[in-house]
């Protein structure tokens, strides 16, 4: 079957590629539309000539409009979350979770639409006042990685449609599936058209394009930092555009001798190996001071051997195939490259064979590591975690920041003056403490420092200083 763009209210495509499951490469999901330059441009076009009439849109009919968007993925959460993992890969309990998040997302901005609009301030001059006025910024590219192929698309296009503008849509080529399905939803909610396109595609045709591109007013992009900060030097250079990058993530999480064992064990086995570690806000270096060094690198082994790694819709699974053989590859390389620089493979790392052909990996768990080596330095993007010695606490700290990354970094330990000295000095845009690196929630800022992240948090409220300008309006009466 073949899935078309969404372009200006219209389905259309021209040429198409497979979409295949990675947790069995003989089942073909369909085929999907890439985009071509031209089809790319006319998005662009519907799009900045749908700004006036979505800006004007009453209120209450757009808060209407995401509400239904939202209430439809939550009444198809099971359907959703499905052709989710049949496409990405993460188990079936994560992939329904994804789509439960994705419309909690519609349903969190249809609240924020009525929110204030602006403040009013006095003038130095008679009969004259001043007043804020929030304004769409205009019409917005959307760029996604395919790691979260629902609930990354959802916090962008949520607020951006909530707050006025109009949308330019491009996912990740791996993962058209959960994108058609999303624009369905949402071309089906009513909203004129134009102000919503779906352009599936390459990153260097389609992405590059909106890059580019002087008729977008701003790009939101997530994914790697390389591909992030080439929009950003691009979608400056071409407009100038807002820009918002989020980008890649190196995460340390801090394990001190006072820590409770199992809160510890369960803070990694979550962070680095859920969602097969294909989480931006993933466990990669875990940093532990001497005297919980050894029971904590057994502790996780022994919880490693009873992960079942399978396909992902199937019952009784833990940990799905990696997303594509691209991904495949590159973890086995880091695996191997681990060994070479002289760390030690405790636990797991081969490839397993299953009854249906995919990218099956065992997670894999390294020890011995120098925060210098490549493994704690690159980014992985797999089921991968190295823990690393450390004296104490300010070791623990300074060997935490050494990376170039700071999306985020986590805690555990029982001492509140340890917490206080990571808060301060921990230099990332999500703390944890007592608890996973991973799990982040909705309806509060969401973003990184250093080559993490670019421009301004999305998400919650913080979502409203990128997809909104402000007028500052003097008006004078005539007397
Ligand atoms: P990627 O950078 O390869 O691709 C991301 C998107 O950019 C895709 O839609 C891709 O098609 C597009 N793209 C590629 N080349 C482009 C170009 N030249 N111009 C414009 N667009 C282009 O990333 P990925 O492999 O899809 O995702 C994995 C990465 O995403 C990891 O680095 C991960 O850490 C990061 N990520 C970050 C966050 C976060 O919030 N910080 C969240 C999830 C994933």
Known sequence: MQFENLIGGRWQGQNFTQNVNPSDTADVIGEYASATLDETQDAIRAAAAARGQWRDFPPAE????????????LERRAELGAALSREEGKIRAEGIGEATRAGMTFLYYA?????????????SRANTAIHTARKPVGAVGIITPWNFPLAIPAWKIAPALAFGNTVVFKPADLVPSSAWLLAEIIHQSGIPDGVFNLVMGKGRTVGDAMAKSPDLNAITFTGSTATGLAIARAGIANGPKRIQTEMGGKNSLIVLDDAD??????????GAFV????????????IATRGIYPSLIEGVA?????????????????????????????????IELGQREGAELVAGGEAIENSTPGYYLQP??????????????EEIFGPVACVIETDD???AIITANDTRY???????????????????????????????????????????????????REQGTAAREFFTTLATVYTTTVV
């Open 62 to 73: 757009r808060v209407a409009a995401l509400r239904r968007i939202g209430n439809t993925i």
């Open 111 to 123: 609240s924020q639409v009525e929110q204030e609009q602006g403040s009013l301030f006095s003038s």
């Open 261 to 270: 064992l199992v809160t510890a064990i369960d803070a990694v086995m979550d």
């Open 275 to 286: 969602s097969t570690g294909q989480r931006c806000t993933a466990t990669s270096r875990v």
């Open 302 to 334: 022994k919880r490693m051997k009873g992960l079942r790694v399978g396909h992902a819709l199937e019952a009784d699974i833990d940990i799905g195939p990696l997303a594509s053989q691209a991904q495949f590859d590159q973890v086995s390389e880091y």
């Open 364 to 377: 894999a768990l390294f020890a011995g590591g120098a925060s210098q080596m490549r493994i704690n330095q």
């Open 393 to 395: 606490l300010d070791d």
């Open 406 to 456: 700071g999306l985020c970094a986590g805690i555990i330990t029982d001492s509140n003056k340890a917490i206080v000295k990571f808060q301060r000095e921990m230099d990332a845009g999500m703390l944890h403490v007592n608890r996973s690196t991973a799990l982040t929630e909705l309806h509060v800022p969401f973003g990184g420092s250093k080559s993490s992240s670019y421009g301004p």
